[in-house]
């Protein structure tokens, strides 16, 4: 099946860096890349995704980058704020039902 | 719009008790119903789908499982459980008839299950 790493596992950044988060996937099949940002107690919220036929994509002060060749992608953040600080998790998925995810990664921005 | 519920919010059980987590969903008709297990510090681990009712599939060996009584229900049990089975428990949705590369998935806001 497949495997996604992810990296840092914790990362904190200054207020208006920029924090970026890696991920490999272990499936060449894989064509589906999402991020979710989880606040705490709550459930993860999809922030942003990247299909396979695309090697950007970007939302205002978020983008993702794919590489299918090294099967990487990464999550960029820019200018970061405080409401930023969550856990992010990337996922991946081969067009079935099933996301594979990340460990995730613990995002502080410090004031 | 479509809203995801999951009851109870936190959950401390004895070990060998049974369990029940209730998960229903609002807003859409035939999706497809997942289960996750968020243990601490540790990515989300699929536990079940569903694509219909009472069409279950597992995607790991353990104590659990779960069951789709209606269209928008889901359900997970156990009928003794572990201390194992300790962790945030999330319910989650997609459209149905449309694998995760066209309907990403959206969760509920979980249960948090501490078995002591």
């Known amino acids: 099946g497949e495997n996604v790493e992810q990296h840092p596992s914790t990362l904190s950044v200054q207020e208006g860096d920029s924090a970026v988060i890696k991920c490999t996937y272990s499936?060449?099949?894989?064509?589906?890349f999402p991020w979710y940002k989880q606040e705490l107690g709550k459930g993860p919220q999809l922030i942003i995704d990247?299909?396979?036929?695309?090697g950007e994509k970007k939302d205002q002060r978020i983008a993702v980058t794919l590489n299918k060749t090294a099967k990487h992608f990464s999550l960029h953040i820019t200018e970061t704020q405080p409401e930023d600080s969550a856990v992010y998790f990337c996922a991946a998925s081969s067009n079935d039902y099933k996301l594979s995810f990340g460990a995730g990664t613990t995002v502080t921005v410090r004031a | 719009s479509q809203t995801i519920h999951q009851w109870p919010a936190t959950l401390v059980q004895p070990v060998g008790s049974p369990l029940s987590l209730e998960c229903t969903v609002e807003g859409t008709s035939n999706p497809n119903l997942y289960w996750y297990r968020q243990a601490a510090g540790r990515g989300l681990q699929l536990l079940f789908y569903s694509v219909g009712i009472g069409q279950i599939s597992s995607e790991v060996p353990q104590n659990l499982s779960a069951s789709r009584p209606q269209d928008r229900q889901f359900i997970l049990s156990s009928k003794k459980l572990l201390l194992s089975d300790s962790g945030f428990y999330l319910c989650a949705w997609s459209v149905r008839g449309q694998s995760s590369y066209n309907s990403p998935l959206h969760f509920g806001n979980g249960t948090r299950l501490t078995v002591t």
């Open positions: 990247i299909r396979s036929n695309v």
């Open positions: 499936d060449s099949a894989s064509n589906y």
